[in-house]
């Protein structure tokens, strides 16, 4: 009783499997190739129609050959669905017995020259034998497309055109069509609906052979183990003793002892060559990294681990799926299947590229901007970002084409939001472009100490919408690029020789002329002979001249640089309380603590020379001077 319900619901999902895929491609039919298109396309070939709409035609061409690919995808993961002898599409018996009964009724009709009849009846008879055509094709790829390569499937296809144009004759039959529309009566109607019946099926296989023959790839069997040609391997391995006695059991479950052996091999194997990359080379790598001791090694090492996971995964990936293909061989595995592998790889390569190109972008640039100071921190960055950019649209891209999705559609469709997310996104693509023009005019680079009229501190970072900033009380500030890009920006690091030291020195008013001016040649002749005091005398002319030779531009290089060697020391003024002494000068470094030690250093020596020149230093002082004759009436008034 069990086997009967067993062999009844084999035979109803067999039966409705079968209907599945020749209901798709009715379907197909009917959607595009209905009454009016045809129509349409017989007009087209005798040039009497009006040419469609450009835009509309490319978009029912796109969805025809979406349609086309998925009656493949359907054909390659369920052949046993179209190699049935009954479908709704196309019954064999029936059919045999049709065609011999249209025959005779031809010859009858012929005898008795009833034209319109034998015409009607010829049409249906074309219809037929299309149909079966349609039917021995569909299922002749079922059968073999797992063996057909693209030279014979090639040979195969233009067969079928050939044998399709010579017996439909539908530019015949569609004189007759035409000619039969302003008729009445049962014959001229079955006529017109056997017409449309046969032009339904002509335009469609014509159109399907067309795209298969443009994409015979589509029908190629791309499996990894039949390339590597295991049949051979597995028909030995199942002929060995042993082997057979397994299969026995095996066969119940659709399975054989070759490919379970070769399964457990291909698994086996991948596992090891994982342990080898995931272990062993990962180690290598970290000793040859640790050899050296170097400032980034930490950092080169997390990008080791941050790709060492993914390979191993890719690894995996393929082992499985190559031992899949080994297990289900000689089928290939489901497009479902196939798709969530080919999405997983799509994904895993993408995320290891970016991780190279993030340590290519750092082993390379980041010593080449040591030695070349045109090459900029936040430059690497920008060009590091947009290549990740690259690299996720065209994985992106990609994934939209395995999944078959019309990506000329989705392009147009971003042309048409385009405007309305550029508006939403004004303030980002304004402070992106700030970006640009920061890193292009060269206003201030990371770990640059700038001052605006808002905010003061070293440059942290500069990305893609803001910039950070470290004050000097060490708080983070997050500035847009776009208010930093049309602002006034002070940049205190751009000087490569020279923070200036300004002071003056008052020293009293009873100092001696002569000791002031020998005070005054004593000061320039010790800031002369300071080693940390910048004069022209000390500064490297081949440098300027290197810089020189690099520059395009007619420019001030001292001051482009950042290079000053003014030394001034004069009487300056006489004020209230002192006689000032101006000392103008420039400390070589930019740093800011050994500019403080050498402005000490001046100070110090200052100090001295002063004390050697008998000068006393000045302070805010008063004088009350009284007149002669006040004083005489104070004499007076102590008299008395």
Do not use: C
């Not at 392009?411 to 939403?424: D, E, K």
Request: proline letters at 1%; charged letters at 20%; aromatic letters at 12%.
């Amino acid at each position: 009783m069990k086997n009967i319900f067993l062999l009844l619901f084999i035979f109803t999902h067999t039966l409705m499997a079968s209907d599945s895929f020749w209901q798709k491609l009715m379907e197909v039919e009917a959607k595009y190739f209905n009454a009016n298109t045809i129509v349409h396309l017989i007009q087209q070939e005798n040039n009497q129609s009006m040419l469609m709409d450009k835009n509309e035609s490319s978009s029912v061409l796109d969805e025809q050959f979406v349609s086309f690919a998925s009656l493949i995808s359907f054909l390659k993961n369920n052949p046993y669905s179209v190699d049935v002898n009954q479908s709704l599409f196309f019954d064999q018996e029936n059919t045999a017995q049709q065609i011999r009964d249209l025959t005779l009724k031809i010859q009858t009709n012929q005898r008795y020259g009833y034209t319109l009849a034998v015409q009607r009846d010829t049409i249906k008879l074309s219809s037929l034998e299309l149909k079966e055509q349609i039917y021995q094709f569909f299922r002749y790829l079922a059968q073999n497309w797992t063996t057909l390569d693209e030279k014979h499937l090639k040979q195969y296809i233009e067969t079928q055109h050939k044998i399709l144009k010579s017996n439909a004759k539908i530019v015949a039959w569609s004189h007759l069509y035409e000619q039969v529309q302003t008729q009445t009566g049962s014959i001229p109607e079955q006529i017109a609906q056997n017409f449309l019946e046969l032009a339904q099926d002509y335009y469609f296989f014509d159109s399907f052979l067309s795209y298969i023959e443009l994409n015979r790839s589509s029908l190629s069997y791309h499996s990894l183990s039949s390339k590597l040609k295991i049949d051979n391997l597995i028909a030995y391995i199942n002929q060995q003793p042993l082997a057979q006695k397994s299969n026995l059991y095996l066969r119940y479950v659709k399975l054989d002892t070759g490919r379970v052996v070769l399964f457990v091999l291909v698994i086996l194997f991948f596992l090891f060559l994982n342990y080898l990359l995931y272990l062993r080379l990962y180690f290598y790598f970290k000793s040859k990294i640790l050899e050296t001791e170097d400032e980034n090694d930490d950092i080169l090492l997390e990008n080791l681990k941050k790709i060492r996971l993914p390979v191993s995964l890719l690894i995996n990936g393929i082992g499985l799926k190559l031992a899949l293909e080994v297990l289900d061989y000689p089928h290939n595995l489901s497009e479902g299947t196939n798709l969530y592998f080919a999405l997983f790889f799509i994904v895993t390569v993408a995320y290891i590229a970016m991780q190279m190109i993030e340590n290519i972008f750092f082993i390379y640039f980041h010593h080449s901007s040591k030695r070349n100071l045109t090459l900029r921190t936040e430059l690497i960055n920008l060009m590091l970002s947009v290549s990740k950019a690259i690299i996720s649209l065209i994985a992106l891209l990609v994934i939209l084409l395995k999944l078959d999705i019309n990506v000329s559609g989705v392009i147009a469709s971003l042309g048409i939001g385009g405007l309305a997310v550029a508006l939403a996104a004004k303030d980002t693509l304004s402070n992106f472009f700030g970006l640009l023009k920061i890193i292009f005019d060269e206003s201030f680079s990371q770990g640059d100490w700038i001052a605006t009229s808002d905010v003061e501190g070293t440059v942290v970072e500069i990305g893609f919408i803001s910039t950070k900033i470290r004050t000097f009380d060490n708080a983070m500030i997050t500035v847009p690029n776009e208010k930093l890009a049309n602002t006034s920006v002070k940049n205190w690091s751009r000087r490569k020789v020279g923070r200036r030291i300004k002071l003056h020195v008052g020293v009293t008013y009873d100092s001696h002329p002569q000791d002031v001016q020998n005070a005054i040649n004593d000061i320039h002749q010790m800031l002369v002979a300071h080693e940390g005091i910048s004069t022209s005398e000390k500064i490297n002319t081949r440098e300027l001249q290197r810089h020189y030779r690099r520059s395009n531009k007619l420019v001030s290089l001292d001051n482009k640089l950042g290079i000053k060697s003014t030394l001034l020391v004069y009487l300056d003024s006489f004020s209230d309380s002192s006689i000032d002494i101006l000392i103008y000068t420039f400390a070589k470094t930019t740093d800011w603590e050994v500019w403080l030690k050498v402005k000490q250093e001046v100070l110090y020596n200052i100090w001295e020379i002063l004390a050697q020149n008998h000068l006393t230093f000045a302070f805010p002082s008063q004088s009350i001077y009284l007149e002669k004759s006040e004083q005489n009436s104070k004499k007076g008034i102590e008299n008395e």
